[in-house]
Every structure is written in structure tokens, then in C-alpha cells.
């Protein structure tokens, strides 16, 4: 990771992000379809699920290359995770 950060501007990285985020978005929009079973796809449930987890991984990678990159700590990252959380249960409590 270390290289990486090196080498690549913090556009390249951001783009990266970008990218890495529209195709889990797709991969999450093709378990969905898939788990549902209402539209039918030549994609196996398994298959859907190893393709986002593999996403996944790709996004949380260019994430913390942008992090590094950045200086942001996790401490940041967590405070702010913690909070979202948070509001997100309440939500969910309160059926909003």
C-alpha cells in the first residue's frame, strides 16, 4: 500500500474510489436481484456474493489509500462512523 500511495497523486486515488464504488453499487444492485429471485439472471447467488465481496474489498482498499493519502486518521474515521451508527439505529427505532 505504501507504493501505491507513493506513486499515485491523490486524483488518481480519488478516481479510483470512484470507480471502485460504481461497481459496488452494481454488484450490490445484482445480489439484491438475484436473492430476490423476481428477475431472473444467469448469476448464481454464490456468484453474486463473491463478486461483492470482492468489491467490497476493492472499495475498502482505495479508501484507505484516500485516508493515507489524506492524513486522516481512523480515530476520524471512527468518531464519525460511531455517529452515523447512532443515527442510523435511531432511525430505525423510531421508524424514520
Same mark, same amino acid.
Given at each position: 500500500m505504501d507504493k &501505491? &500511495?507513493?506513486l499515485l497523486t491523490l486524483d488518481d486515488l480519488l478516481i479510483q474510489l470512484t470507480e471502485e464504488t460504481?461497481? +459496488? %453499487?452494481?454488484a450490490a444492485a445484482k445480489y439484491n436481484?438475484?436473492?430476490r429471485g423476481t428477475?431472473?439472471?444467469p448469476v448464481s447467488l454464490q456468484d453474486a456474493r463473491d463478486? +461483492?465481496?470482492e468489491e467490497i474489498a476493492d472499495v475498502n482498499a482505495a479508501a484507505e489509500a484516500v485516508r493515507r493519502k489524506m492524513? &486522516? %486518521?481512523c480515530d476520524e474515521i471512527a468518531e464519525v462512523e460511531d455517529a452515523k451508527i447512532e443515527r442510523w439505529w435511531g432511525r430505525i427505532e423510531n421508524g424514520i
Open positions: &501505491i &500511495i507513493e460504481g461497481e +459496488l %453499487t452494481k436481484r438475484v436473492a428477475n431472473p439472471s463478486a +461483492l465481496v492524513g &486522516i %486518521t
